[in-house]
Every structure is written in C-alpha cells, then in structure tokens.
C-alpha cells in the first residue's frame, strides 16, 4: 500500500486539495481567521504523511506539479495590479511610506528580539529577510552567511501566519481601507499574505502584489546595513 | 482554444522573467521580473487585458493552493529548528503581526491625512 501511494503522480496532489478542501470547510463552518485554509492543509497533509509514514521527496514527487504553476501565477498578479494603477498613482505617497515603515519594522523588530534571546549573528542574519518573497529572501540570507534551509523555512511559516492572522489583525488594529490591507499583507507575508489579499478583494490583492516587490528589494538594500548591528 | 492561448501568453512571459533572471546579476526571482514584464505588456497594450484575464484570473485565485507543497515542506528542516523551534516561532509570530499592524496602520494614517489636505484645498 505504502509503495503504491508513494510511487502514485496522483497522490501528492490529492492529498494537498483534499486537505484544502477540508481546511475550507472548517473555515466555513467556525468562521474563526485560525482555521485558515492554507494552515489547516499543511498542518493535515503534514499529519497525513507521518501516519502514512511517507517520505517528503515521495509526497513532492506529485506535489511538485503545484509548485510548478508558483511563478506564473505570480505573474498574473500584475492583472489586478494593472486593474488598480489609477489608485496607485493617487496614493502613491501613502503606499509608500507604508511599506518603508514594514521594511524597517522587520528589521529592527527581528534585532531587539535577537538581542533578548541572545541569538548568534548567524542565526539573526538568517531572520532579517524573513518577511520577503522566498527567492530574494534565500539570497539576502547566503549573503550574510545565514542559515539558507531556516531561513526558507522562517519565510514560509511567516506567510503562513500573515495568512491565518490576517483578519483578527486587521480587527484589532482597525485597519480597514482596502490599500492599507493589501501594503501591510504584501509588506508582512509576502505572496502566502498576498495570497489572502486576493480573498479580501481586488484592490487588496493588487497592492499586495506591489509590497511584496518593493518591500523585497528594499530589504535587500537595508539588511546588508543591519546585518552589521549585531 | 482560448484557455490554451491564454495560458500560453502567461507561460511565455514567465520564461521572459527566468531569462531576465538569469542574465542579469541582480537578487530578483524570475516571478518579479514576470510582474514587471506582464504589466508592461497590459500598459503598452501588446498583450490586451482580455487575452490573459480568464485564465489568469484562475490561476490567482488557485494560488494559495500552491503554497501547500512548499509548506508542507517545513517537516524536512524540522531537525535542524527542532532544538529552539519555540524561540523561532515566537519571533516569527511576533514580527509578521507587528509588521502588518505597522504597515497597515501608517499606510492608512497618511491615506487619511493627505485625503483632509486635498478636501481642505477644495
């Protein structure tokens, strides 16, 4: 049974949407931002493949096929990004010191928390880019000479939380202009928060999609200068 | 057919992006150049919003979707994060609310600001 499931090209797949699917359920019955669809089918599929005890590479074997559609999804952010250039243009000055301020929250929000927990260099610089797109954020942190696998990792679970968080954030902050949701999503999680964005609506989503760009290249500039604090 | 066109176009502009992203020596994924490029394409009008939008429209809405595998990927790092794994989190967690309360909130604060000024202009 085990070597069936892990040599099946279906099985990835099914487990990732069905897990969703569930995730999506859950949602809809206890209307809670934690039972948040993209959280739920990770925490599953993860629980799924430690019962079933199959190996991650196995899972990915079939899994890979999502990851591949990634980078031209991502593309067709610039869609509602089009969509949305007349609010752009008129807020530009808004939108743009939101992101400088997410940017420079980041990082001095990861050095005062390396700072009390008494983390080595090697581990803060492996934290700087954690609120930045994967790919630019893997490259800040070879950089600085952090640890490239935690640092994926800490990128992924941050969107993951950004997701999930998304909406008791913005209740309790009262953030409710739709271009203030779409810079602090983008800004914060990347494109797992822009992801969620695009639920909110179109306007969410398009200024999402800008942050993470322009959020991702700032810190690019701004953590070779903070990596020398600590 | 149209989906087939469609879907086409945008694999076609995010090749442009990887070759982007590999001739030029900047830390920028392929993913950002293919943004630029597809919206430069919209602007200038060489692809029409209505040749890409059904199924690009799709594939947006799917995206969260996507991110499982690369999630689920957590589990082969967990070695390594395992002795400081509540540190970690709580760092993570702490940051990314912080830092959506902070870009939230001054994105608004001058959104609010600047709209009085114009009203006042008026």
Sequence with gaps: ?????????????????????????????????????LLLSTLFTIAFLLIANI????????AQYLSY?????????AIPLYENLGILKKNWKAIFAGICSGVLSSLCCILAMALLFGLSHQEYVTFLPKSITTAIGMGVSEELG????????????TGVIGNALADLVFKLFRIKNPIARGVAL??????????????LGDVEGALSSLSIAVAGLMTVAAASVFAQLL | MKYIRQFAIILFISFLGEVLHELLPLPVPASI????????????????????KDAGKFLVEIMPLLFIPAAVGLITVW??????????????????????????????LVIRHTGKKQEEAE
Excluded at chain 1, 151 to 157: D, F, G, N, R
Aim: include cysteine.
């Design chain 1, 1 to 37: 049974m085990n070597t069936f499931l892990e040599e099946s090209a279906y099985f990835g797949v099914v487990v990732s949407l069905l897990s969703y699917e569930l995730g999506t359920l859950l949602k809809k019955k206890w209307k809670l931002g934690i039972f948040n669809p």
């Design chain 2, 33 to 52: 150049y293919g943004i630029l490029i597809m919206l430069l394409c919209l602007k200038t009008g060489i692809v029409p919003l209505r040749s890409v």
């Design chain 1, 146 to 157: 952090g640890y490239v696998s935690i640092t994926v990792a800490v990128i992924i679970l």
């Design chain 1, 55 to 62: 190996d991650y590479d196995e899972y990915n074997e079939g």
């Design chain 1, 69 to 77: 559609l990634l980078t031209p999804s991502t593309v067709c952010l």
């Design chain 2, 79 to 108: 070695d390594v994060i395992q002795p400081k794994w509540a540190i970690y989190l709580i760092i993570t967690l702490v940051s990314t609310v912080i830092v959506m309360a902070v870009s939230g909130l001054v994105t608004q």
């Design chain 1, 186 to 199: 983008g800004t914060s999680a990347h494109a797992v928060g822009t992801a969620k964005a695009m639920e």
